[in-house]
């Protein structure tokens, strides 16, 4: 029902109590949770030692300016490049996208961590949030990409999830920092925004996260707290039966649903199985905004945990992983030159 931030590279004995919370289903790792692959990997095991392993770990593990993890892994090109490679290379950009997926998946596998919210398949119109996180403006293009990083995830053994539905990237605002308000008809929306999703969802994409934007011609809220968004049109209209997630509740773009109590309500009520908390400051009050609510059971984000978990040495040396660095560090310098 929640996935809660930590403060630290180690849990203190607040962050234990919380991640023992029955209504805490997952912890989410950033930047500040790291300093080394073996630090982070016995973070990993800490967490799994409280709650065991239908516990979620989770992190945003993008590539270019999102990627949380950087010193002793690969560097991973931003999604945009393959999209510049595409008008020259179709094929081989959407082959490399799938490595891409592929070799981030396994090397978060290899630490322990189930999720990496990931791709990105927002439209690449401008908005300062997404930026080259997006591979591309054109929908059909970002459609192609979305199937192919879901079969590279797939094929490392972790669940996909597409973000941010219904589309974040044709608007300005970043929703971390400010309200965003898209004021385009849903055909509008559907025939574009919506285009990329239908395809990372036919591609066996087992969770979603929600957009903090408001799309008033569809739904006054914004679509994480929309029930017309997230019961009508992704699970109705589009037969989606998996995980939703909502972005982060600590975002400026969810202050329009009130405190945190009532945003947990809102997005939960909306439909989101998953609400995420990442900032450490509001946790605890997070958790006990829950406290009378029923527990997701399991079963429901069975799908998402990890499939195996493979082993660091062994993965770092073998041939497609050393051929995959090489191919996205060539992109990256052709790109620069």
Same mark, same amino acid.
């Given at each position: ?74 560097? /991973?090109?931003?999604?945009? /490049? ?11 950009? /959407? ?243």
């Amino acid at each position: 029902m929640l996935m809660i931030g930590i403060a630290g590279k180690t849990l203190a004995p607040e962050e234990q109590d919380w991640i023992r919370a029955p209504r805490v289903c997952g912890v989410i790792l950033f930047t500040r949770n790291f300093s080394s692959r073996e630090q982070v990997s016995a973070l990993c095991a800490e967490i799994r030692a409280l709650r065991g392993g239908s516990f979620l770990i989770a992190v945003d593990q993008e590539g270019g300016p999102v990627q949380r993890f950087r010193d002793g892994f690969t560097e /991973l090109p931003a999604l945009a /490049l393959f999209g510049e490679r595409f008008a020259t290379d179709a094929a081989g950009a /959407l082959q490399l996208a799938e490595q891409h997926g592929w070799l981030m998946a396994s090397e978060m596998l290899a630490l322990g961590i189930d999720l990496s919210f990931a791709p990105c398949i927002d439209l690449k119109r401008g908005n300062r949030a997404i930026g080259i996180r997006a591979f591309h403006d054109d929908p059909a293009v970002v459609a192609a990409f979305a199937a192919a990083y879901v079969r590279g995830m797939h094929r490392a053994g972790m669940a996909a999830t597409l973000k941010h539905f219904p589309g974040h990237g044709s608007v300005l605002e970043d929703t971390h920092f400010d309200a965003a308000l898209d004021p385009r008809p849903f055909a509008v929306i559907e025939r574009e925004d919506l285009y990329p999703f239908g395809a990372g969802l036919a591609a066996g994409a087992e969770a979603v996260m929600m957009a903090h934007v408001a799309y008033p011609e569809v739904a006054p809220e914004p679509a994480g707290y929309s029930p017309r968004w997230i019961r009508g049109i992704l699970q109705q209209q589009m037969k989606f039966a998996g995980i939703v997630f909502s972005d982060d509740i600590g975002m400026a773009a969810a202050e329009s649903a009130g405190g945190i109590k009532a945003r947990i309500d809102a997005h939960l009520d909306a439909g989101c199985d998953i609400v995420l908390v990442c900032a450490p400051a509001i946790v605890g009050e997070a958790i006990g905004a829950v406290s009378t609510r029923d527990p997701v059971t399991p079963p429901r984000w069975a799908a998402l945990l990890a499939r195996a978990q493979p082993d660091w040495s062994a993965l770092v040396e073998a041939e497609e992983v050393q051929q995959t660095r090489a191919d996205l560090a060539a992109l990256r310098l052709e790109t620069v030159a």
